[in-house]
């Protein structure tokens, strides 16, 4: 983006998570529907990647900042090395394969591909110091995400990089010390959602912070069978380390039929963007309260686009993603709405979304949909993939320019992924020390087209 453009307010950057080479269908995620439903089945990294980077590109195209994050090293030695496992690289994954398919398959997960996990955003309009703070999320829910934070936590602090705008925090602990602690279960952004007073969704405007929650020790239900991810506790202390004024913070509980349904994000069932708010009416559990807190915080401002069960069922929001879509604030002040194309092939979810464009109280304009259809049948759509962090002009400007993409940048991006990926994979393939091989190979030369400096663990030892 032409600095000249770039509004008072600021903007939105998107950062995805690039598809790492290891991408496959293990069924790790319990509570992920689409997860559980293609296990097994042989994956194609390539397209994967590939379809990534189409959709960033489309979003390019529409005249907002897009930046990426890259994958991780897998399968993930380390893990494995401090789990017991001894020997050459090629004997610890032959030892694991033969012993431990499943751990195998986890430390192999190319999860953090969901960007939408990675940290909780809060720029500098809204904190106590005036930086953006981003608090890395510890995903200690599944085994397979867990390990994660700290790799996402340098990557994050490689673009990020200047201090006097940015703050990367590491990952809470799973409970706070003490007697009776608090239980900091955190699953990064994908619970959470910044609101403004108009369209503009950029940085440096402030803004409310809307903040999900699956449990809590006061929670109204419980889930009966999937996990509730995140916990209140973990949220207030996201926006506590990050100084946001409790006056700007909204907290709901999420609808446990929902979550139950398959809906283990709030990602999966609402999506909000500068003053509109586009969910289903089992979103929260105190639906009416909490659109009314919202209203209230925003000033009256917020538009709320309630999709009822009689429209779209939960069985159907979670078959189509439709929540799991982005929502985008466009040039002139538009919104527009990035959704997985199974949204547009499910006759009742395309018709919500043309209801919801047609009606003019709300600044929804348009539908783009996109191919990401690897990433879908593991459970995580357009949203999953991104990372929204909304900048200040002078934010902007401070930002790692190599992570961000243009025309150039998706083009070397492409060709690396051409050169490197393969085409299918197979759970047989995460113990073959080739892949291995070929992924820390892709990674290096991706930290050198990034400029993000030795950020891996093969790179650091």
């Not at 110091?129 to 599944?142: Q, S, Y």
Request: net charge neutral; charged share 25%.
């Amino acid at each position: 983006m032409d600095a000249r453009a770039i509004p008072s307010s600021g903007v939105e950057a998107n950062f995805d998570g690039l598809v790492g080479p290891t991408h496959s269908y293990a069924g790790l995620s319990y509570g992920n529907v689409a997860s559980a439903r293609n296990q097994g089945a042989a994956s194609s990294p390539r397209r994967a990647a590939l379809q990534g980077l189409a959709k960033m590109e489309t979003v390019a195209a529409l005249g907002l900042v897009q930046g990426v994050l890259p994958p991780h090293e897998r399968p993930h030695i380390p893990t494995l090395r401090a789990a017991g496992f001894s020997g050459s690289d090629a004997e610890i994954l032959a030892k694991v394969a033969k012993d431990d398919p499943v751990l195998l398959a986890r430390v192999s997960s190319a999860s953090a591909m969901w960007t939408a996990n990675a940290a909780t955003v809060l720029p500098g309009a809204d904190t106590r110091d005036g930086r953006t703070h981003f608090v890395t999320a510890n995903l200690r829910e599944m085994f397979h995400r867990a390990i994660e934070p700290p790799v996402t936590a340098r990557a994050l602090a490689a673009i990020f990089r200047d201090r006097a705008r940015f703050e990367v925090h590491g990952a809470l602990p799973s409970r706070s010390d003490g007697a009776g602690g608090q239980d900091f279960g955190d699953e990064g952004a994908a619970n959470h959602t910044r609101l403004t007073s108009s369209a503009a969704n950029g940085g440096g405007r402030a803004g409310v912070h809307f903040f999900v929650y699956g449990t809590a020790t006061d929670a109204r239900r419980k889930p009966t069978r999937f996990p509730a991810r995140q916990t209140r506790a973990a949220s207030e202390r996201v926006a506590a380390i990050a100084g946001v004024d409790p006056v700007h913070c909204v907290f709901a509980q999420q609808n446990a039929d929902a979550i139950d349904a398959g809906v283990f994000h709030n990602d999966v069932i609402a999506v909000g963007n500068g003053c509109m708010l586009l969910c289903h009416e089992l979103a929260f559990e105190d639906r009416a309260a909490t659109l009314e807190a919202l209203r209230r915080a925003t000033g009256g401002a917020l538009v709320v686009a309630e999709i009822t069960r009689d429209e779209v069922s939960l069985e159907d929001a979670v078959k189509s993603y439709l929540f799991n879509s982005q929502l985008l604030t466009l040039p002139d002040g538009s919104m527009a709405l990035v959704a997985p194309c199974e949204c547009e092939e499910n006759p009742r979810v395309k018709a919500a979304i043309d209801r919801v464009i047609a009606d003019r109280a709300n600044p929804l304009a348009r539908a783009i949909f996109m191919d990401v259809r690897e990433s879908m049948r593991n459970g995580g759509g357009p949203a999953c993939l991104r990372l929204r962090v909304p900048l200040a002009p002078a934010d902007l400007a401070a930002v790692n320019p190599s992570a961000i993409v243009g025309p150039a940048k998706l083009a070397q991006l492409r060709a690396w992924v051409t050169r490197h990926y393969r085409e299918e994979l197979s759970a047989a393939d995460l113990a073959d020390p080739g892949l291995l091989r070929e992924s820390r190979d892709a990674l290096d030369e991706l930290t050198r087209l990034l400029d993000l400096g030795p950020i891996y663990d093969f790179q650091r030892e």
